[in-house]
């Protein structure tokens, strides 16, 4: 696979590295001049010096062959655009934008720039599995194919408590896809029980959340382990 | 016609005195407070006094477009001394507001060219600079 990473911080530089080591090609573009210094020692001929925003300087770094544009910048504005022109321009079929201020996810959103990734955003997940306080966790969201994973934990007082899977008529567009229980997790059989503090994730059309809480954790909070 | 206006430097305070002085409802946002004066300079009103808008705020944030009007502005024009928040806001005014005639700045020309074909009307200087100099230096050349 050919990668071309735009932005060399500290993301950049570490997306880059491991991409190497797995054997792909890849460019790393930098538009600052001391930072292109400080990584052309480390990636020779894969550094490039340039403004990425600029068509030339994409096209110079093969642009039209990568399959896969990763922009990193510190600036959201440079990391849309870079994504635009590599998108809808060259016609990339991979790209993956980073934002830095989550107030500027709906710019992205708006351009079609997806996935766009924020590290408050991921921070910020990771923290409510940590401490599932909210009963349900957002595991992933497939915006543009309209496509979610959740993850709920089951409380004492849910109607689901002691039903078999078959048995629960979970609203359409949503299947149970896998259950943890006491740190295990299995794919449910047709039999499969469940039981209160079991953790299901299911698959769903978005919009269902609301719905399949109330078969799993009605009240909106975790059982007590 | 109102006509918003983002970026107040010299060609955006101009812009949107000239549109003030035709009789069109105008606002100008700028993230520079001060940049307010250059839309006072040689006027005899202030430019609140003629009627015009001001409001100080980042053009990415959506709360200061939406205070300075961008949801019944018939005319966005991006002026900011930037080529990528030009080519952002643009998109935004376009896109989300649905405003009908968008103008914006691209110093550089390449980009000025494929933002103009994907239905953006972009006013390139640059370029503009690059065909005087070069009708300027024909007869030298020759």
Not at chain 1, 20 to 39: Q, T
Not at chain 1, 129 to 144: F, N, T
Not at chain 2, 21 to 36: C, K, N, R, T, W
């Amino acid at each position: 696979m050919y990668a071309i990473i735009v932005g060399a911080g500290k993301v950049g530089r570490n997306l880059a590295r491991e991409l190497i080591i797995k054997g792909h090609e890849v460019s790393l573009i930098e538009s600052s001049r001391s930072c292109y210094l400080a990584i052309e020692e480390e990636f020779e001929h894969a550094a490039q010096y340039g403004d990425a925003t600029e068509l030339w300087v994409l096209e110079r770094a093969g642009i039209q062959r990568a399959d896969l544009v990763v922009a990193v910048t510190g600036d959201d504005e440079d990391n849309m655009l870079v994504c635009q022109v590599a998108k809808e321009k060259y016609l990339c079929e991979r790209i993956i934008a980073r934002v830095n201020n989550p107030r500027n996810h709906d710019h992205f959103r708006l351009l079609g720039i997806q996935p766009a990734v924020s590290a408050t955003d991921l921070i910020l997940r990771l923290i409510e599995h940590e401490v599932p306080r909210y009963g349900m966790v957002h595991l992933l969201a497939l915006e543009e194919e309209r496509l979610e994973i959740i993850e709920l934990e089951v409380t004492a007082e849910a109607p689901t408590v002691g039903e078999r899977v078959n048995d629960i008529a979970l609203p359409d567009g949503s299947l149970i896809i896998s259950v943890l229980r006491g740190g295990i997790g299995f794919v449910p059989k047709a039999d499969t029980v469940i039981e209160a503090g079991d953790e299901v994730l299911l698959v769903l059309d978005t919009g269902l959340e609301e719905a399949l809480t109330a078969y799993f954790a009605p009240n909106g909070h975790t059982a007590e382990a | 016609m109102f006509v918003l206006i983002v970026g107040a430097g010299r060609v955006g305070s101009a812009v949107a005195k000239s549109a003030l002085a035709a009789g069109h409802e105008v606002s100008v946002l700028d993230q520079d407070p001060l940049s307010h004066e250059r839309l006072d300079a040689g006027q005899s009103k202030t430019w609140e006094d003629a009627n015009g808008q001001f409001t100080v705020g980042t053009a990415l944030e959506t709360d200061a477009l939406i205070q300075a009007g961008i949801e019944r502005a018939d005319v966005f024009i991006g002026s900011t001394a930037g080529d990528n928040t030009n080519l952002i806001i643009a998109q935004i005014a376009q896109k989300r507001f649905g405003v009908e005639r968008v103008f914006v700045r691209i110093m550089d020309p390449a980009r000025a060219d494929w933002y103009g074909e994907q239905g953006l009307h972009t006013i390139s200087p640059t370029k503009h600079a690059i065909e005087m100099f070069e009708r300027a230096l024909e007869p030298e050349l020759a």
